[in-house]
């Protein structure tokens, strides 16, 4: 079955500091990668994508994330997190048409 | 507003109630999902409509559960004889593509 795995349940950082995330998918198949972004308050939002090409993938606010598809991997980066970057963070994988989340890494970044 | 909208947002029932909630997705996506989400948990795949037919339902839902999508653009979905470990974040989403927009949810609490 497929399913999402983040490493990191609890992050905190200060305002600056470099951010990655870890995330790893279990699916033999071709993939659409997700990481979405709920702040507090707020609605889950597509923070960016990947579905083919360049691994290396641009999204809103500064962040990025690179596909290594050799290590079922989808890692997200920032190389300066802000304090209105606190938020919780899900990867996602469709795969067969069903969108399936990761249990979500909370990100508190210290002012 | 284009966006997903849910209704309720909150939904307080005693235990063995019943219970529906509704979702009005953006209009033009024939896609629409639903999702639990729990405390400390992301999103977890409940069912799925391609217009008004129901794709997928995920082996983890009950016979209680139900979900319709009757003319392809609203959807409900139905908690009969609700238990204690209903309570969550009922969410909605629509795409129309690949990416999910997802509506505010209806907090759900059995008690």
């Known amino acids: 079955a497929q399913s999402v795995s983040q490493h990191n349940h609890h992050v905190i950082l200060s305002e600056a500091a470099s951010l990655e995330l870890g995330c790893n998918y279990s699916y033999g198949g071709t993939v659409n990668l997700f990481w979405y972004v709920q702040y507090p308050g707020q609605h889950l939002q597509l923070l960016l994508k990947y579905f083919s090409g360049d691994p290396l993938v641009k999204g809103i606010k500064g962040f990025e994330a690179e596909f290594i598809k050799s290590k079922f991997s989808f890692n997200l980066r920032k190389p300066s997190v802000q304090w209105s970057d606190t938020a919780e963070y899900f990867c996602?994988?469709?795969?067969?048409?069903?969108?399936?989340f990761g249990k979500g890494t909370r990100l508190h970044i210290l002012p | 507003d284009t966006g997903v909208s849910q209704n309720p947002r909150h939904k307080i029932t005693k235990r063995g109630q019943n219970v529906t909630f509704r979702c009005d997705p953006i209009s033009e996506h024939n896609r629409l999902y639903w999702y639990r989400q729990t405390l400390g948990q992301g999103p977890e795949f409940l069912t799925y409509f391609q217009n008004e037919a129901q794709l997928e339902k995920s082996r983890l839902l009950s016979d209680r559960f139900s979900a319709e999508r009757p003319k392809g653009s609203f959807s409900t979905l139905e908690i009969q004889r609700t238990e204690q470990g209903d309570s969550a974040m009922y969410l909605c989403?629509?795409?129309?593509?690949?990416?999910?927009?997802f509506g505010s949810g209806t907090q759900l609490s059995v008690l």
């Open positions: 989403a629509s795409s129309g593509g690949e990416k999910l927009f």
């Open positions: 996602a994988v469709n795969a067969d048409d069903k969108i399936i």
